[in-house]
């Protein structure tokens, strides 16, 4: 799998900040704690990333990633009860924006979840 080396570490600090923290904070709780893990593991975290989305080549809105690994891995996190098809597609549209390939849905609800995407297509790479 696409970087898998890098996204197996990714949730072993998942499940450990899970397995530490358990279930009720607020995503920036486990936001703060899982770029403590994730630095601590030996990886390039970036908080708050920054997604400028482009409309025939002109800004038309500014998001925000929770997190950038490695420059590789876009994740998004969740508190929800379970992840809905809308989480995914916000991170599909996320990997489209900042043609990265693998990204990482991260559900700290009251049952921990993830959901690997990889997008790669014809339009990210001539976009």
Same mark, same amino acid.
């Given at each position: 799998?696409?970087?898998?080396d890098v996204t197996d570490g990714?949730?072993?600090?998942?499940?450990?900040?899970?397995?530490?923290? *358990?279930?009720?904070?607020?995503?920036?709780?486990?936001?703060?704690?899982?770029?403590?893990?994730?630095?601590?593991? *030996?990886?390039?975290?970036?908080?708050?990333?920054?997604?400028?989305?482009?409309?025939?080549?002109?800004?038309?809105?500014?998001?925000?990633?929770?997190?950038?690994?490695n420059d590789l891995i876009v994740?998004?996190?969740?508190?929800?009860?379970?992840?809905?098809?809308?989480?995914?597609?916000?991170?599909?549209?996320?990997?489209?924006?900042?043609?990265?390939?693998?990204?990482?849905?991260?559900?700290? *609800?009251?049952?921990?979840?993830?959901?690997?995407?990889?997008?790669?297509?014809?339009?990210?790479?001539?976009?």
């Amino acid at each position: 799998m696409l970087h898998s080396d890098v996204t197996d570490g990714i949730l072993k600090a998942f499940y450990k900040v899970y397995n530490s923290l *358990g279930y009720g904070f607020l995503e920036k709780v486990y936001e703060n704690a899982l770029v403590i893990e994730l630095v601590n593991s *030996g990886f390039q975290v970036r908080q708050q990333y920054p997604i400028q989305v482009l409309y025939e080549k002109q800004p038309v809105g500014e998001y925000f990633a929770d997190l950038l690994v490695n420059d590789l891995i876009v994740l998004e996190l969740k508190t929800a009860e379970c992840t809905r098809d809308e989480h995914v597609a916000q991170l599909t549209n996320y990997l489209k924006a900042t043609r990265k390939e693998v990204g990482l849905l991260l559900n700290f *609800g009251s049952k921990p979840e993830f959901k690997r995407i990889v997008f790669t297509n014809s339009f990210q790479k001539s976009a």
